[in-house]
């Protein structure tokens, strides 16, 4: 989940859909000067959601089985 390689990648994509999901959803509340501290955390969740799942996503699809 560490390697670069896969960081690399799945930051990425957390970056992307995390700009998107903050813009829908708290871009005004911004926008307006109301954001407090429970819209910087919801921003940062926007963020943090997508990363924890392309990371999973990741790491199912390159597991390997045991014998």
């Not at 005004?28 to 990363?51: H, M, Q, S």
């Amino acid at each position: 989940m560490f390697l670069r390689s896969t960081l690399r990648k799945t930051t990425r994509i957390a970056l992307v859909v995390g700009t998107i999901l903050s813009l829908i959803n708290q871009l005004g509340v911004i926008l307006d000067g109301r954001a407090n501290y429970a819209t910087w955390i919801r921003v940062g969740a926007n963020y943090l959601v997508p990363f924890c799942v392309s990371s999973t996503g990741f790491l199912t699809a390159t597991k390997r089985s045991d014998p």
